[in-house]
């Protein structure tokens, strides 16, 4: 069965400091892995990782993927409290045909204090 | 048993003119999602239909795409006066619950391209 697991479900931290969210999958057929940072109702696309061991980077934000290890980080540098958020992963994987499968993992749920 | 389907695969319009998106979901999937890709690009949400609930539409990005389903079958997205920035694959999913934490079940895509 294909799934995605986040850790930790849940982490409070103080402005300043920087975070490592961690999503590990089995799935087969794997296409990409996508994290997203989800404030309200409509989760906001960060990244999408293809290619194993090549770091994408936007502001404090970076992630990377180990497609070894079948799995990717997420990490926040200098966090602020506009940061808290849950941050979602999910993998895109082959089902059949020309359906694709898009599996999200249950989030982490973080909590910026100033 | 089908996929979801999608149709048409490819659409070019000129700028300013309407274009209507079809989606069919699996048959007895309650959730439907739309989807839109830029190229290299992950998957941007647009609007979430879950059975009769209201739909969530907070990702819309502007007044000018609307979306519709009838009863648990399918899904119109329509975008209205497109502009070029409008070019994507627009991509549907349908999930047997709703949520994000169940897996989500994607068409093949239409393509648009606005000139």
């Known amino acids: 069965e294909d799934k995605v697991v986040q850790s930790p479900l849940s982490l409070v931290v103080h402005e300043g400091d920087t975070v490592t969210l961690n999503c590990s999958y089995e799935?087969?057929?794997?296409?990409?892995l996508l994290w997203y940072k989800q404030e309200k109702k409509a989760p906001t696309f960060l990244f999408m990782l293809?290619?194993?061991?090549i770091e994408k980077k936007s502001g404090r934000l970076s992630s990377i993927l180990d497609k070894k290890e079948l799995s990717s980080i997420l990490n926040i540098t200098a966090t602020q409290t506009g940061d808290s958020a849950i941050y979602l992963c999910?993998?895109?994987?082959?089902?059949?045909?020309?359906?694709?499968?898009?599996?999200f993992g249950t989030g982490t749920l973080l909590a910026v204090q100033p | 048993g089908a996929g979801v389907s999608q149709s048409p695969s490819n659409k070019v319009t000129e700028k300013g003119k309407d274009v209507e998106l079809r989606c069919d979901p699996i048959?007895?999937?309650?959730?439907l999602y739309w989807y839109r890709q830029r190229l290299g690009q992950g998957l941007e949400f647009l609007i979430y239909?879950?059975?009769?609930?209201?739909?969530?539409k907070s990702g819309l990005p502007s007044d000018r795409f609307s979306a519709e389903r009838t009863g648990e079958s399918v899904s119109t997205l329509t975008i209205q006066r497109t502009q070029q920035e409008d070019s994507a694959v627009y991509l549907c999913?349908?999930?047997?619950?709703?949520?994000?934490?169940?897996?989500?079940?994607f068409g093949p895509g239409t393509r648009l391209t606005v000139t």
């Open positions: 999913a349908s999930s047997p619950s709703g949520g994000l934490k169940f897996e989500q079940y």
């Open positions: 799935v087969t057929n794997f296409r990409s």
């Open positions: 293809t290619s194993s061991g």
């Open positions: 999910a993998v895109e994987a082959g089902y059949g045909g020309a359906t694709n499968k898009l599996i």
């Open positions: 048959s007895g999937h309650t959730a």
């Open positions: 239909f879950q059975g009769n609930s209201a739909p969530d």
